[in-house]
T-cell receptor, first 114, second 111 residues
Framework: GAVVSQHPSRVICKSGTSVKIECRSL??????MFWYRQFPKQSLMLMAT?????????EQGVEKDKFLINHASLTLSTLTVTSAHPEDSSFYIC??????????FGNGTRLTVT | GENVEQHPSTLSVQEGDSAVIKCTYS??????FPWYKQELGKGPQLIID?????GEKKDQRIAVTLNKTAKHFSLHITETQPEDSAVYFC??????????FGKGTRLHILP
């Protein structure tokens, strides 16, 4: 069964609004979770590393004020896309795991901004 | 930083034949190499992984080989079946546990 749960699977929002995506680790604690973005027919690009109890670290070129990450517990990380625009439309995927266990991915969230 | 190259980008194989996907990585400090299968509209699913202290690993029809000296690793699928059709990604784990992906290989199994 799934070890990482992501919600929602699909969301459509209007331009200028914010959207929150949840990522939960099931049956294990994850001090670190990762957020990826994937455009159609492309690879997964790491956006940021979510650290439980501290600030997320963002990859170069990713706006931290636009993609707010909160990792308030050992099993939950959230990604909020603020003031969404059509170019933010993408497939967002979270993952959890690490050195001592394989990295597992959620089933992704398809965001469409109209 | 780590850079992972993957080829081919597309691969068509007759059902029952073998498929091979090859990857190279740049950071000699990388020590964990997972392979993921992604079906349309879903997240990547881990299918096999290998750590740097091992040269080969096999799980039924799937095998992975690693050459640390050359920084090459490969995925081998034998006796391919229609359900093997998907996009496959190789990846390498950096010392700070980030997973960096290759660009993916779209595998088509032909009937």
């Amino acid at each position: 069964g799934a070890v990482v749960s992501q919600h929602p699977s699909r969301v459509i929002c209007k331009s200028g609004t914010s959207v929150k995506i949840e990522c939960r680790s099931l049956d294990f604690q994850a001090t670190t979770m990762f957020w990826y973005r994937q455009f159609p027919k492309q690879s997964l690009m790491l956006m940021a590393t979510s650290n439980e109890g501290s600030k997320a670290t963002y990859e170069q070129g990713v706006e931290k004020d636009k993609f707010l990450i909160n990792h308030a517990s050992l099993t939950l990380s959230t990604l909020t896309v603020t003031s969404a625009h059509p170019e933010d439309s993408s497939f967002y995927i979270c993952s959890a795991g690490g050195v001592n266990s394989p990295l597992h991915f959620g089933n992704g969230t398809r965001l469409t901004v109209t | 930083g780590e850079n992972v190259e993957q080829h081919p980008s597309t691969l068509s194989v007759q059902e029952g034949d073998s498929a091979v996907i090859k990857c190279t990585y740049s950071d000699s400090a990388s020590n964990y190499f997972p392979w993921y299968k992604q079906e349309l509209g879903k997240g990547p699913q881990l299918i096999i992984d290998i750590r740097s202290n091992v040269g080969e690993k096999k799980d039924q029809r799937i095998a992975v080989t690693l050459n640390k000296t050359a920084k090459h690793f490969s995925l081998h699928i034998t006796e391919t079946q229609p359900e093997d059709s998907a996009v496959y990604f190789c990846a390498a784990s950096t010392p700070d546990d980030k997973i960096i992906f290759g660009k993916g290989t779209r595998l088509h199994i032909l009937p």
